[in-house]
């Protein structure tokens, strides 16, 4: 099965890591095929393990190489796929789209969190089949109120996003 391995806080306060030293780790922790999307930590790999084995065998070598609390998301080319059909949002030069992947249920966590935020002008969220949808003007992601939610330590283990456009990336190269 193809995967995509969505890392948390790659390349962003102060953990910072080559994409092929990345890649090396994968391979020696027995995964096939690696290659990475951009240098935000999207790693594409096959395996035959199960996923929940996979996350616990990924974090751990991570964690170990690079010394740090390694946190990632795994999604097959399926999911990936869906994430990106799903889209519930019009795309338009103005606007960023970002998905969500993290736990179980963690959508329904950030509807909340994101229904409490004090909204920017056009900003918009929506949650299509398990998968949170974020849309926010260019210029505004850091200083809305719901994105400065993001950065917040409780939510590090539990969700990563990237830009519509990465998951479509990702995609074609699966």
């Not at 996350?55 to 097959?76: G, H, P, T, V």
């Not at 809305?144 to 190269?173: A, P, Q, W």
């Amino acid at each position: 099965m193809k995967y995509c391995a969505f890392l948390r806080g790659v390349n962003v306060n102060g953990t910072s890591m080559k994409m092929a030293e990345v890649m090396n780790v994968f391979t020696d922790a027995g995964m096939k095929e690696v290659s990475s999307v951009l240098a935000s930590g999207n790693i594409l790999f096959s395996s035959d393990k199960k996923p929940s084995e996979l996350k616990n065998i990924l974090e751990k070598s991570m964690s170990e190489y690079f010394d740090y609390e390694a946190f990632l998301f795994l999604k097959n080319e399926n999911e990936i796929s869906e994430i990106v059909n799903n889209n519930p949002f019009t795309k338009a030069e103005d606007f960023h789209i970002y998905a969500f992947v993290g736990i179980e249920d963690v959508e329904t966590l950030l509807m909340e969190e994101f229904s409490k935020s004090d909204k920017a002008e056009n900003e918009k969220a929506q949650i299509v089949a398990d998968t949170f949808y974020w849309q926010i003007q260019k210029g505004n992601t850091l200083g809305s109120t719901f994105g400065k939610v993001l950065g917040k330590k409780k939510l590090k283990d539990k969700i990563t996003s990237r830009n519509i456009n990465t998951f479509e990336r990702i995609l074609k190269k699966l």
